[in-house]
């Protein structure tokens, strides 16, 4: 089975930066993902991981440790915007399963 | 380009009643996923399906039914519908390739059940 664990809100202010964390627990990894979901809409793609190390994509960079079974999403420069969910989902290499965790909701304030 | 599309968008149907939700996929991807959305739970996995005639199960399948006999099409039908299955559906495709690895998901299906 897997396990992802995240924490479920955290907060920051307008232009600094933040961090959210997963941890995940698998029978068989197979890359990690990392989802961006704006209230009362559909999840949009952010990242995509399967080896160690760290993958920037602007203000946006994602970090995995497959021997951690730990990643991480840095959000710099925040924005108002970038108030939303946070998903981290895992995919399982024997199924190609992809399993989500409940996600953290991020609030920026002015 | 239409990409994944879901219906309905919104529906309200009484305990008891058979439901479908479609999801339709112009990219011939190979992948498709259904996923129920709900407070404190995340993305639950219902269904999934490699291929055309191809169909698994993930977290949560118990009360629905899924078929594909097209690789466009991924139906989600609730046989007799509880208040438990009230919750924001979605289907999400994927072409397969392990190299990107992203799932699109459609905009999602409102349920809810009285």
């Known amino acids: 089975g897997q396990n992802i664990d995240q924490p479920t809100e955290m907060t920051a202010t307008e232009g600094a930066i933040v961090q959210i964390n997963c941890t995940y627990q698998?029978?068989?990894?197979?890359?990690l993902f990392w989802y961006q979901q704006h209230a009362g809409e559909a999840p949009t793609f952010l990242s995509y991981?399967?080896?160690?190390g760290l993958e920037e994509k602007g203000r946006f960079s994602s970090f995995l440790s497959r021997s951690k079974g730990y990643s991480y999403l840095l959000l710099k420069e925040l924005q108002m915007k970038d108030s939303a969910s946070y998903l981290c989902?895992?995919?399982?290499?024997?199924?190609?399963?992809?399993?989500f965790g409940t996600g953290t909701r991020l609030q920026v304030f002015p | 380009d239409a990409g994944i599309t879901q219906s309905p968008r919104y529906k309200i149907t009484e305990t008891g009643r058979q439901v479908t939700l479609m999801c339709h996929q112009t990219?011939?991807?190979?992948?498709m996923f259904w996923y129920r959305q709900d407070l404190g739970h995340g993305l639950r996995l219902i269904y999934y399906?490699?291929?055309?005639?191809?169909?698994d199960k993930g977290e949560v399948p118990d009360g629905y039914v899924v078929s594909r006999s097209k690789t466009e099409n991924f139906p989600l039908t609730l046989e007799s519908a509880t208040r438990s299955q009230t919750s924001v559906y979605f289907c999400?495709?994927?072409?397969?390739?392990?190299?990107?690895?992203?799932?699109?998901f459609g905009e999602g299906s409102r349920l809810t059940v009285l």
């Open positions: 989902a895992v995919r399982d290499s024997g199924t190609d399963k992809l399993i």
């Open positions: 999400a495709s994927w072409l397969g390739d392990r190299d990107t690895g992203e799932l699109f």
């Open positions: 990219w011939s991807h190979s992948y």
């Open positions: 399906s490699a291929a055309a005639d191809i169909t």
């Open positions: 698998t029978s068989g990894f197979n890359g």
């Open positions: 991981n399967v080896l160690d």
